[in-house]
T-cell receptor
């Protein structure tokens, strides 16, 4: 069974601080996909990143960076120099990888980030 | 492209009423799914479809029906609404890119349903 744990329920930081959102996952699959989604106060879900299990390179996109470590089953998300617009709920998700058919996606419970001006 | 379109955005139902949440996508995606989002529980899969005419149950299917008569549409039916079905509902679509590459799900804007 797949499981995604986001232990941080809520985080508050002051603008311009760096913040890391933790994500720990469990799966028996050797090939899988990890995702991060952002849900701003307006409610929609915005895709941020997808990572394949066989690609452990860290990724940086502007102020966002992701640290994928298979040895600890973690896929952490860091926002550098946070801004008020980063205030949102962030979801980590895990997807199995089967050729054809539906790939079940398991979501974590989310981390609510509040960036205080 | 409109992406994934859900209607309505808000709905209030009385216990026992039935209704259909609409979902349409214009990206020709094979896979479509319905999730519900409840506080502290993340998103949980209700039903999903791998193509027209094919549907299956997810994690929390009880009280919901789906059908997939076309690639574009995937409506979710509540047969007899209950207060426990008060939630935010998201429809999503995705596709298999091949060569072991799954894609991200594209989500609709959500439907906030209240059952009183």
């Amino acid at each position: 069974a797949q499981k995604v744990t986001q232990a941080q329920t809520e985080i508050s930081v002051v603008e311009k601080e760096d913040v890391t959102l933790d994500c720990v996952y469990e799966t028996r699959d050797t090939t899988y996909y990890l995702f991060w989604y952002k849900q701003p106060p307006s409610g929609e879900l915005v895709f941020l990143i997808r990572r394949n299990s066989f690609d452990e390179q860290n990724e940086i996109s502007g102020r966002y960076s992701w640290n994928f470590q298979k040895s600890t089953s973690s896929f952490n998300f860091t926002i550098t120099a946070s801004q008020v617009v980063d205030s949102a709920v962030y979801f980590c998700a895990l997807s199995e990888a089967r050729r054809g058919g539906y790939q079940k996606v398991t979501f974590g419970t989310g981390t609510k980030l509040q960036v205080i001006p | 492209n409109a992406g994934v379109t859900q209607t309505p955005k808000f709905q209030v139902l009385k216990t026992g009423q039935s209704m259909t949440l609409q979902c349409a996508q214009d990206m020709n995606h094979e896979y479509m799914s319905w999730y519900r989002q409840d506080p502290g529980m993340g998103l949980r899969l209700i039903h999903y479809s791998v193509g027209a005419g094919i549907t299956d149950q997810g994690e929390v299917p009880n009280g919901y029906n789906v059908s997939r008569s076309t690639t574009e549409d995937f409506p979710l039916r509540l047969l007899s609404a209950a207060p426990s079905q008060t939630s935010v509902y998201f429809c999503a679509s995705s596709y298999w890119r091949g060569a072991n590459l799954n894609t991200e799900a594209f989500f609709g804007q959500g439907t906030r349903l209240t059952v009183v």
